[in-house]
DNA sequence: GCTGAAACAAGTAGTGT
DNA sequence: ACACTACTTGTTTCAGC
């Protein structure tokens, strides 16, 4: 587990709203030199912390308006690898886990509209190998989405 | 509906990956100007294709080793609105939609154990009036997670 | 572990085609 | 709609505390 003080955490807490946003007034706001910001960023990306800055694309924008959540049976537990190796070929599905209860896996699909969504299911999902059957949480809205809090994050003494 | 070309959807497939990528390194590439890349990137958020850029943290890496996905059912539908803003004063859930289904909402939760789960369902969530209940899916391993493919962005010529 | 200065690279804005 | 230039600003490295 990782240490972070006062600084990494008023960083961190910086760059993952504004990944663009000048190292140097960073540095300025904390009242630190820049070099160190630098510094701590490369330890938090050496570390893992961080990986890597992405510019966030909203997907209703260039057309995909039907977002679902979608659960999967399968036949028999040892199909999951080779259905996961199957699901990752189809480029609408954009997240995919293991999960308890249920279902086997849980994934999420991004589809230009609810005909395109049954496609995807119909021709795609369910013909893989192993595929025992789907139940669809199509998102009608979503009310938010947000990142992690980071007040719990530090451990040391915060100034 | 916005119109894209080729240049659009290469500057987006670039600054997608890594938001920090210098315009001017973009230019270089796709042999532009930089200040076109600049005028294409400030359209692209007029439009609300892009909104912001941000560092990705690793949750894991901070402390929370549980994800799950969490269904919930209301006592009556009239509930939704009200469960909604209880919900969101919940730190631990990270994303909140209404579906369709045998859910009435469907929530992303990151907590550090399964024993923080338990106890944000059992002392928080449970405790909103007008929930009835909630099923778990706990991730044991996501396999992957990546962004929307946007091979069929492009509407104009491919020059 | 941190700062400060200096060399370098990138972002920005105005002008012209 | 795009490029070019001049100007401003940010990034990065390294010697020194």
Redesign the interface.
Known sequence: ??H?DYIDQQI?LQ??????KPFSQIAEELKISNSLVHQRIRKLKE?????????????K????KT?S?V?IRLKEARYAKSV?ND??KI??I??????????AL?ILI?AYDNHHLRNILYEQVHQIDGVAGT???????????????????VKGKQI
Request: aromatic share 16%; charged share 25%; hydrophobic share 40%.
């Open positions: 587990m990782n972070f961190l760059i993952r709203e504004d990944a663009r570390n893992g912390v961080i990986n890597k800055a992405e510019f966030v694309i909203d997907e924008q260039i057309g995909y977002k959540y659960g996961v699901l990752a480029p609408e954009l997240e995919c886990n293991y999960v308890s209860g249920n279902y849980f991004f139940d669809s949480f199509i998102c009608f809205d979503t009310n938010f989405k947000r990142q992690i809090t980071l007040e719990s994050l």
